[in-house]
């Protein structure tokens, strides 16, 4: 399997813009993660997915912010308007399932790198 | 309100020797521990956990001990190697919910 893939690398843009960020998760993987990376406060995780559905949206920060997951193998993070306090490493992440410990390992993406001026 | 700690942002350590990474925590609900490891221009990958029924996991090179009493968990490598330098996260996580990472430790490794 290919892993989990985001797409842009990196996105760089102007205050006030609409960014999508995308992400496809490993196959057979049913949870899938956003999480923004920042020097002050590390990997912080945005919202996460379950069979397709929000479970847990309490990390996203703003109105602005929005994620969709039409499908098992494809996921948008949204953030419209975009702000210069958005700068950001935003990664996804995919896990099959919970296990005997409610957990299972947490697969990532290589990142979106966002800059936004 | 960061409940997961990482007070030194950066580690230094000579190729060979033991390289000591800290993480200390607030939530004494805490049940489950991990470290990641990512290098530049990655995303984290899964490295060690623990279980805070124990107080100690060995891997390989790596190994991971919990102090429940102090809320500290710490990560040794032995011996260190230049492929180990990178950034290394520590996480928590209670019962099924949400895993909580602390914001990094860079380990560079010196030949």
């Known amino acids: 399997d290919a892993g989990v893939i985001q797409s842009p690398r990196h996105e760089v843009t102007e205050m006030g813009q609409e960014v999508t960020l995308r992400c496809k998760p490993i196959?057979?993987?049913?949870?899938l993660f956003w999480y923004r990376q920042t020097m002050m406060r590390g990997l912080e995780l945005l919202i996460y997915f379950n069979n397709n559905v929000p479970i847990d949206d309490s990390g996203m920060p703003e109105d602005r912010f929005s994620a969709k997951m039409p499908n098992a193998s494809f996921s948008t993070l949204k953030i419209q308007p975009s702000e210069p306090r958005d700068s950001a490493v935003y990664f996804c992440?995919?896990?099959?399932?919970?296990?005997?410990?409610?957990?299972?390992?947490?697969?990532f993406g290589s990142g979106t790198q966002l800059s936004v001026l | 309100d960061q409940q997961v700690k990482q007070n030194s942002p950066s580690l230094s350590v000579q190729e060979g020797r033991i390289s000591i990474l800290n993480c200390d925590y607030t939530n004494s609900m805490f049940d489950y521990f991990l470290w990641y490891k990512k290098y530049p221009a990655e995303g984290p990958t899964f490295l060690i956990s623990?279980?805070?029924?124990?107080d100690k996991n060995e891997d390989g090179r790596f190994t991971v001990f919990l102090n429940k009493s102090a809320k500290h968990l710490s990560l040794h490598i032995v011996p260190s190697q230049p492929g180990d330098s990178a950034v290394y996260f520590c996480?928590?996580?209670?019962?099924?919910?949400?895993?909580?990472f602390g914001t990094g430790t860079r380990l560079t490794i010196i030949p």
């Open positions: 992440a995919s896990s099959q399932g919970r296990g005997p410990s409610g957990y299972e390992k947490l697969f």
């Open positions: 196959s057979g993987h049913d949870y």
């Open positions: 623990i279980s805070s029924i124990k």
């Open positions: 996480a928590a996580k209670s019962g099924n919910e949400k895993l909580t």
